[in-house]
């Protein structure tokens, strides 16, 4: 097929020997098939900024930490260079993502080269040596299901372990390899403890995974696993390790304000009473 454009430079440097075809069209990127020597690896081309098609970005972006004060002024006052800077966070944050990851034992594609919006990666294939299937794509047995929800709910305790959340997970963003499910799709990832939405984009991405799991194994639906690991993470219980039951009692008890009120106020005139005590002196 004809080289695009933006391969071209990777195809000039030696990086990239083959474009095979296009893979598929996103809403952020083009992926390519692309053959590197010996190696067939996918080529996933970043679409610029006005011609992605990624909802509230900025949501995503909240929280992510620059480089340095000159990229952070350039950033918030939208020259030239900031909105280049901003397209290379975004790229970055998906390498990043994809390596911190794979060491924290979730299967992601494993990176090669991200270079002029290019990221350069495994290719998921299945058992045949043929491109992976999305999870939307296929039927799964009842116990299947089962078995392929409790590892998506361990990888996502292992993502928020290692502080990050997808934001962006569902049955679209998950390839289906021979030895089960791989997440995709990561440059939204957020930081867990620095980004304001964490927790509803948190609850959202296991919900939908929840929902479509729950086609095939009709006893998930109705779980609260998304309540369940929130909860233990916000009490520092959480582990890689953490035994989850789908179940979470939310406290029914009322916040009692004139309590709290009451105590500000003794603790106000506890300091004043010292404030006069000193005066006195």
């Given at each position: 097929m004809k080289i695009p454009k933006r391969l071209q430079p990777l195809v000039d440097d030696g990086?990239?020997?083959?474009?095979?075809?296009?893979?598929?069209?996103?809403?952020?990127?083009?992926?390519?098939?692309?053959?590197?020597?010996?190696?067939?690896?996918?080529a996933k081309v970043y679409k610029e900024a006005d011609k992605r098609n990624f909802k509230q970005a900025v949501h995503y972006q909240e929280g992510r930490k620059v480089r340095n004060s000159r990229d952070a002024r350039a950033m918030s006052k939208g020259s030239r260079f900031g909105r280049q800077q901003q397209e290379e966070a975004w790229q970055n944050t998906e390498v990043d993502a994809l390596h911190l990851l794979a060491k924290a034992g979730v299967r992601v594609p494993q990176p090669d080269i991200c270079l002029d919006g290019v990221l350069l990666m495994e290719l998921i294939t299945d058992e045949e040596g043929l491109v992976a299937p999305r999870l939307s794509d296929i039927t799964l047995e009842p116990a299947q299901a089962l078995a392929d929800h409790a590892l998506m709910m361990n990888y996502a305790v292992r993502m928020l372990c290692a502080g990050l959340v997808h934001g962006d997970l569902s049955e679209f963003n998950v390839l289906m390899d021979k030895n089960g499910p791989v997440i995709i799709d990561l440059p939204q990832v957020v930081d867990a403890a620095a980004n304001n939405h964490a927790k509803s984009m948190f609850e959202r991405d296991i919900n939908n995974m929840t929902q479509y799991y729950g086609q095939f194994a009709p006893q998930l639906l109705g779980s609260k696993y998304a309540k369940e690991i929130w909860a233990l993470y916000q009490e520092g219980k959480l582990t890689p390790e953490s035994t989850l039951t789908?179940?979470?009692?939310?406290?029914?008890?009322?916040a009692d304000v004139g309590s709290v009120l009451d105590e500000i106020q003794a603790a106000s005139d506890a300091y004043q009473r010292q404030q006069m005590a000193r005066n006195e002196e």
């Open positions: 990086l990239i020997d083959d474009v095979i075809r296009r893979l598929k069209s996103g809403k952020e990127a083009d992926v390519f098939i692309v053959r590197c020597g010996n190696d067939i690896r996918c789908g179940h979470y009692q939310e406290s029914s008890k009322s």
